[in-house]
């Protein structure tokens, strides 16, 4: 049996590397390997690859099926792959592997058993053209499938199962002119980059959306392979390699919840599971999230899971360095080189079968200094709900190391400043609401509002006819005013002036004024210190439950209305966007807005008896709703738009003395009557007599009715909806 070096200088037989494994695999120095079979981990497929693999030479093992878990789904994949690859077996073409019914998940071609084995061998034969791996089920070979695409590469003998229990044997004989795995010649053979760590450490490194975290944490996996992923990405992609529905969402939040897995609906059921098994495999963890790993919170959950482990944060503020710059760009060439090839052997493998080949195409990567994966990271949504919370780590936190890679601790601090403004600015508030503050002060303000307008309606009344009480308004210095309703000691309002567009203007003032301080305060953040100028309809509409409209002041844009308005608002420019501020204490009351529209509205006055038209407000008026009325009844009716013409009087037309009243029509008086047609009909919507009321025409009718009965007048005819008095 060949003996392995390793990299302690000792030695170790050819065996299973619980190193290079899933997180919840299980395997001991027997050979014998299971994984957790319970909860979430009971949906998700396992696997695990040797220390050892054979890049040339004829070798063989076999894996034997000791326990299936009753009523769950099974599944074993027995085959090869190169180091560093994937490890779930045909989830690229870095390997190949055959099931337990001798189907090959390359889907290459191969004669299957009618029913599962309970012993599989894989014979990789190198010295044989291209290459060639055969599958044995029960002793009996069963197919075969060339490699092209791997013949001369170190190729390590992998497992991929669910819920079963499983014991590998190195040391079987294999067919005529091969040799068992365990006993693999010292030219032939390769040694796992993944070495099994002996202290666990956990990275978790901090990065700005689109700065390369995913990136950074992909490379120091590539240098470190012992090193395991974890987090929502990485288990959004182990459901995937275990036949889970497409994930969909960002990396950072990949939607598990839509893979129709029950133990996946809830993010911290499925997290604490991850993070327990994370715990008690002692492998050294990378956790990689955008959002996430930016926010305190979330860093001191994931670093109380591993008391025991050292714990590191890396801060990727700033520019990357060249040697960073220089791996992307040829992660990005060696992958497109990588899905080429692979899009090439489908389309020979498609004309060797007569099947159409593939359309797809690819497109080269473009020669940028730098660009990260073109995966969404984030989404706007998610960075908009947790900016507030967003900070640099400390060993507060429980840190051992923090490391900046990039720059130094000054420029991040200062750089995650400035990207905290600029992003803020921009962004809405997720989920804000008015809070108690400005709920107290807008209705204090309705309520005075109608104060006002009552007092300024009271002395219009008075001041009708009389022109020396609005003069005795404008005569009253406004720096003394301490009462707006009784400015002058007198009982003299200092609004008594105000007209419509002055009430607008004041209106427009006193919710801008509450809106630029309500949104600091509700948004609790210390950088949002003044409205987002371009979100201004969105919070206009969540405080005032009503859209924001310019032309109430007679102008169509923001801009118009600062200048309408003068004050108090006023627009401050910051990076990436303005922020529209009170220049009044939030506290300022509401008299003092009063006084100031006061104050305006002479102002505009002496101008335009100056000549400056432009001083003028074109503020439209409202148009007012028509008054109802009432019916007999009581019942209160709209009025028409267009009030119809009351008609003329019909003429009282003289009747018999012996001729009967029709029922219910009034005694007639001794005006003088006009004889009207014998075949006139009565006015339909002619009121009943009585005091007050309009006389009714009276047509002379026949004596009887063609049956004979007496005639007391025309048939009663049923009202029209809107002949109804």
């Known amino acids: 049996m060949a003996m392995l070096p390793d990299e302690r200088g000792s030695t170790s037989d050819v065996a299973l590397n619980s190193g290079d494994a899933t997180l919840d695999v299980i395997a001991s120095s027997s050979g014998r390997v299971s994984s957790l079979s319970q909860g979430l981990f009971r949906h998700l497929r396992s696997a695990i690859r040797a220390n050892t693999g054979a890049k040339a030479g004829r070798y063989y093992f076999e894996v034997e099926v000791l326990e299936h ?17 994937p490890l779930f077996l045909g989830s690229t073409g870095s390997s190949i592997g055959f099931d337990s019914k001798g189907s090959c998940c390359s889907k290459e071609t191969s004669t299957a058993a009618p029913e599962d084995a309970s012993r599989i061998g894989v014979l990789l034969d190198q010295e044989v053209g291209e290459g060639r791996v055969s599958v044995f089920l029960d002793g009996q070979q069963i197919g075969s499938s060339a490699i092209p695409h791997l013949h001369g590469k170190a190729l390590f ?13 190195f040391q079987s004989p294999g067919p005529e002119r091969s040799h068992a795995f365990g ?14 760590t002996t202290s666990q450490e956990v990275i978790i490194p901090v990065a700005l959306p689109s700065s390369g975290l995913y990136d950074w944490s992909l490379r120091m996996r590539e240098m470190q392979p012992e090193m395991v992923e974890i987090g929502d990405e990485m288990m959004a992609e182990w459901s995937a390699s275990s036949g889970l529905s497409s994930r969909s969402g960002t990396r950072d939040d990949p939607q598990l919840s839509s893979l129709g897995l029950e133990q996946l609906r809830k993010r911290e059921v499925w997290h604490k599971a991850l993070m327990g098994v994370a715990r008690s495999s002692r492998k050294s963890l990378i956790h990689s999230s955008v959002r996430r790993n930016l926010v305190e919170a979330e860093r001191c959950s994931i670093l109380k899971n591993f008391p025991a482990a050292k714990k590191t944060a890396v801060v990727l503020f700033g520019k990357p360095d060249e040697d960073f710059k220089d791996w992307v760009k040829q992660k990005m060439r060696s992958q497109y080189e990588a899905e080429k090839a692979e899009l090439e052997r489908k389309k020979s493998s498609a004309e060797a079968a007569g099947e ?12 940028a200094d730098f660009l990260p994966s ?34 130094d601790e000054e420029t991040a601090k200062e750089k995650l400043l400035q990207w905290l403004r600029e992003r803020k600015a921009r962004q809405v508030v997720e989920g804000l609401t008015p809070g108690e503050w400005f709920n107290a002060k807008y209705e204090d303000w309705k309520k005075a509002r109608r104060v006002f307008q009552n007092g300024q309606r009271d002395f219009s009344g008075r001041s009708q ?19 707006p309703h009784d400015a002058d000691g007198n009982g003299t309002p200092i609004y008594g002036n105000f007209k419509y567009e002055d009430w607008i203007v004041l209106s427009f003032r006193y919710e801008f004024h509450l809106l630029c301080h309500a949104f600091p305060i509700d948004a609790a953040d210390p950088d949002r210190e003044g409205l987002p100028e371009e979100h201004l309809e969105h919070y206009w509409k969540t405080y005032f439950h009503h859209h924001f409209d310019p032309k109430k002041l007679g102008v169509t844009n923001l801009a118009g209305v600062l200048k309408v308005l003068k004050d108090p608002i006023e627009l401050k420019d910051i990076p990436g966007t303005r922020m529209l501020l009170s220049s009044c204490d939030k506290e300022t009351s509401i008299d003092a807005f009063v006084v100031a529209v006061e104050a305006y509205r002479r102002d505009r006055a002496r101008r335009i008896e100056a000549g400056d038209e432009s001083a003028a407000l074109d503020i439209p008026r409202a148009k007012a709703a028509q008054p109802a009325k009432a019916d007999g009844k009581g019942v209160m009716r709209s009025a028409p738009k267009t009030a119809p013409k009351a008609p003329p009087k019909a003429p009282v037309a003289k009747q018999p003395a012996k001729q009967a009243q029709p029922s ?61 008095v």
């Open 69 to 85: 878990l009753p009523e769950a789904p099974t599944l074993l994949l027995v085959g090869f792959s190169t180091d560093r690859s």
């Open 157 to 169: 003998p992998t497992l991929t199962f669910q819920n079963v229990t499983l014991a590998v044997n």
């Open 183 to 196: 006993w693999i010649a010292q030219e032939h053979l390769v040694c796992s980059s993944c070495v099994q």
């Open 356 to 367: 159409e080949p593939p359309t797809e195409e690819l497109k080269e990567p473009p020669e």
């Open 374 to 407: 073109g995966k969404i990271e984030v989404s706007e949504r998610a960075l908009a709900h947790d900016l507030r919370y967003f900070s640099l780590p400390s060993k507060s936190e429980g840190f051992d190391e923090i490391r900046y890679e990039w720059a």
């Open 465 to 483: 006819g009389d022109e020396s009480l609005a003069d005795k308004v404008t005569a009253i210095e406004l720096s003394k005013v301490k009462d």
């Open 664 to 724: 219910g029509a009034p005694s007639v008086g001794k005006a003088p009557v006009a004889k009207q047609p014998a075949k006139q009909a009565q006015p339909s919507a002619a009121p009943a007599g009585g005091k007050g009321q309009a006389k009714v025409a009276v047509v002379k009718m026949p004596a009887k009715r063609p049956n004979g009965m007496p005639n007391n007048g025309p048939p009663a005819k049923k009202p029209r909806p809107d002949e109804r």
